[in-house]
């Protein structure tokens, strides 16, 4: 029985279900000496010695059992120990009191359940068999069953009221443990549900990263050639102005481009690097508005100090995936509002046009999201959502009463000092 646990379906179950039916156990030894007491009370011609000595010896039981389990790493070996000494306990307590005429002998079936539940197959087919020969003895060895001098309508009323206290307590047992059981399978359940649409979801974000590498292997190569073909274009048309200026905000995108790819190898090398915190942000963003002069970009930093902090570099393109949405969406404009609170960085990015439907808000960061434009959430929603949740932070998309889409990042702070 040393590898019960191990063999268990309940393994991480055991300890709680031990307790449990510990205090089922207390719940019965509580009611056996109640029907003690009244059955004095009512003149029951019954062995009250032998019965007060067979439920103090459950009662130290469930005092050894409570504490060695506690300590055990073998929990289910105590279980096990613990429902045998219930059918050995119950036994005696039969012997005493009319064998097996008594029709508390159906107590037998709890222990006989929660083992077939609990416990190995080998175990509960032991203990059933136990309980089977122990509850044939009973038709021979047994003290007879009390009776006011032969009166057969006493005998039978006071069967008939242990059968309803044998159908109460067990009822009682077996409800709530199998309640007990059903709750914990569905939360094992849910627990299975969300484990699946991770997996589902990180096998999709690995698929985006093999492509993401491989598209930033394949562009490298032909932003340097129209790099060096701009440069080239300078020098041949130096005089023109006018196409001076194009051919610079040309150069000014392709390293934008650039920027972007380094960024990319940045992001998957992983880093922290420690930096005033709204500066820090403050010139990510302007070198953002740089890339989309097309877009009015509204950065509102909080007056406090600014703390120097740790971000990993893998938060950015999880926060520019939502800035890009937002700008793409908010037709022209985009707000981006930052606060400290709780010891982390809240970030709000805000557009004020398009909307998410129900569906895309509750499947958002969980799946790609088909959407069209000016919504604008899809795929970059999925990557920061992974990605913010795997820095311990959170996404969360609210529609905005007024139109657009109002994107809260929430997002722990690894703290270093405030200058």
């Keep these: 029985m040393a590898d019960m646990a191990v063999m268990s379906p309940f393994s991480h179950d055991l300890p709680r279900a031990a307790a449990g039916l510990a205090q089922l156990r207390w719940l019965t030894l509580c009611s056996g000496a109640l029907l003690?007491?009244?059955?004095?009370?009512?003149?029951?011609?019954?062995?009250?010695?032998?019965?007060a000595q067979a439920l103090l010896t459950l009662t130290a039981a469930n005092l050894v059992l409570a504490r060695c389990g506690a300590r055990s790493r073998t929990p289910a070996l105590w279980l096990g120990a613990g429902l045998a000494a219930d059918v050995i306990c119950l036994t005696e307590v039969l012997a005493f009191?009319?064998?097996a005429a008594n029709p508390l002998a159906s107590l037998y079936l709890p222990p006989v359940l929660f083992a077939a539940l609990l416990l190995p197959a080998a175990f509960a087919w032991t203990l059933a068999f136990a309980t089977?020969?122990?509850?044939?003895?009973?038709?021979?060895?047994?003290?007879?069953?009390?009776a006011a001098a032969g009166d057969a309508a006493y005998a039978v009323s006071l069967h008939l009221t242990g059968m309803w206290v044998t159908f109460s307590l067990s009822a009682l047992l077996m409800t709530g443990f199998v309640s007990w059981l059903a709750r914990r399978l569905a939360s094992r359940e849910a627990m299975l549900t969300a484990a699946r649409e991770a997996l589902s979801r990180d096998e999709q974000?690995?698929?985006?990263?093999?492509?993401a590498?491989?598209?930033?292997?394949?562009?490298?190569?032909?932003?340097?050639?129209l790099t060096l073909l701009v440069d080239e274009m300078a020098e041949f048309r130096a005089g023109d102005a006018e196409l001076a200026a194009d051919l610079q905000t040309m150069?000014?995108?392709?390293?934008?481009?650039?920027?972007?790819?380094?960024?990319l190898k940045d992001g998957a090398e992983s880093g922290v690097r420690e930096a005033?915190?709204?500066?820090?942000?403050?010139?990510?963003?302007?070198g953002w508005r740089a890339l989309r002069p097309d877009v009015v970009l509204i950065w509102t930093p909080p007056d406090v100090p600014d703390p120097v902090v740790g971000l990993d570099s893998a938060f950015w393109p999880a926060f520019f995936n939502l800035v890009n949405n937002a700008a793409e969406a908010g037709g022209g404009e985009v707000e981006v509002r930052a606060s400290l609170a709780a010891g982390g960085l809240t970030l709000d990015v805000i557009n004020r046009k398009g909307s998410l439907s129900d569906e895309q808000l509750a499947r958002a960061g969980l799946t790609p999201l088909v959407s069209g434009k000016p919504a604008g959430m899809g795929l970059g929603v999925l990557l920061s959502h992974a990605t913010l949740a795997r820095l311990g932070g959170r996404l969360e998309l609210v529609n905005r009463l007024g139109g657009g889409v109002h994107a809260r990042i929430v997002l722990p702070l690894n703290r270093r000092r405030v200058p």
Excluded: I
Aim: with cysteine; net charge positive.
């Design 36 to 51: 003690c007491v009244a059955g004095g009370a009512a003149g029951v011609a019954l062995p009250y010695p032998l019965l």
């Design 97 to 99: 009191t009319g064998g």
């Design 132 to 146: 089977l020969l122990a509850y044939a003895a009973l038709f021979r060895w047994h003290l007879p069953w009390p």
């Design 205 to 211: 974000l690995l698929a985006v990263g093999m492509q």
């Design 213 to 225: 590498a491989g598209a930033a292997h394949a562009l490298s190569t032909p932003l340097n050639t």
């Design 251 to 263: 150069k000014e995108q392709l390293a934008g481009c650039r920027q972007a790819l380094f960024a």
């Design 276 to 286: 005033p915190l709204f500066a820090m942000l403050a010139d990510r963003l302007e």
